[in-house]
């Protein structure tokens, strides 16, 4: 069966810092992974996707980059956080060889930049 | 543009009531939908998915429908449970967001013992 980690769960970091989230599916190959952001009282926001390594689509401009150097791992990254970066991250893949078109998400990140 | 809504925001109601949460698109050109449940702080737990050329789907206690011509959907629980608590939110899948799920903002369900 197919499962999808997403760490960490928690993250403080100032202003400023650097930022890596990884997330990593098992157990299927050729995915479409996403990575998503959930304000309070705004819904689900995607940011990127991807349909292939080192195929990647931004949805909105902003502080963040993401990279997908292995076709089942998903990188979520930033140079210079800002406190507006702060928020709730989730990943998500869908596709694959099953054709699969139901979506999966992993457990979040917290993300806190003080 | 496809957008979703859900509405209301939040819903409270006893413990052993039948209740329905709704679902609205504007663009009834879908490959799917989807009904997810979010508890506090975790991330998105597929419910049910439904193709464009279904009707219905039932899992347990949920039972999901589709009526693409009119831009809904509806997510029936049956006999809920406190455990039921959590957000209940809806994604469509469309050939004009290439395969990009649009969400509505959820419904808030608390379920009172």
């Known amino acids: 069966s197919q499962t999808i980690h997403q760490w960490p769960a928690t993250l403080v970091q100032p202003v400023g810092s650097p930022l890596s989230l990884e997330c990593t599916v098992e157990?299927?190959?050729?995915?479409?992974l996403y990575w998503y952001r959930q304000a309070a009282g705004r819904g689900l926001q995607l940011l990127f996707y991807?349909?292939?390594?080192?195929?990647i689509s931004s949805e909105v401009p902003q502080n963040l980059s993401a990279s997908r150097p292995q076709d089942r791992q998903f990188i979520l990254s930033s140079k210079k956080l800002l406190l507006s970066d702060s928020g709730f991250y989730l990943c998500?893949?869908?596709?694959?060889?099953?054709?699969?078109?139901?979506?999966?998400f992993g457990q979040g990140t917290r993300l806190t930049v003080v | 543009k496809q957008e979703v809504t859900q509405i209301p925001a939040a819903l409270s109601v006893p413990e052993g009531e039948n209740l329905v949460l709704n679902c609205s698109f504007t663009?009834?050109?879908?490959?799917?939908l989807q009904w997810f449940r979010q508890d506090p702080g975790k991330g998105l737990t597929s419910l049910l998915l439904?193709?464009?050329?279904?009707r219905e789907q039932t899992s347990g206690r949920l039972n999901a429908s589709l009526d693409k011509s009119s831009g809904r959907s509806t997510l029936y629980i049956a006999a809920s449970q406190p455990g039921d608590s959590a957000t209940y939110l809806c994604?469509?899948?469309?050939?004009?967001?290439?395969?990009?799920?649009?969400f509505g903002k959820g419904i808030t369900l608390s379920v009172r013992p």
């Open positions: 998500a893949w869908s596709g694959g060889l099953e054709m699969n078109t139901e979506a999966f």
């Open positions: 157990g299927t190959s050729n995915p479409n």
């Open positions: 991807s349909v292939g390594i080192g195929q």
């Open positions: 663009d009834s050109a879908i490959y799917n």
């Open positions: 439904i193709q464009s050329s279904q």
């Open positions: 994604a469509v899948d469309s050939p004009r967001a290439n395969s990009k799920l649009t």
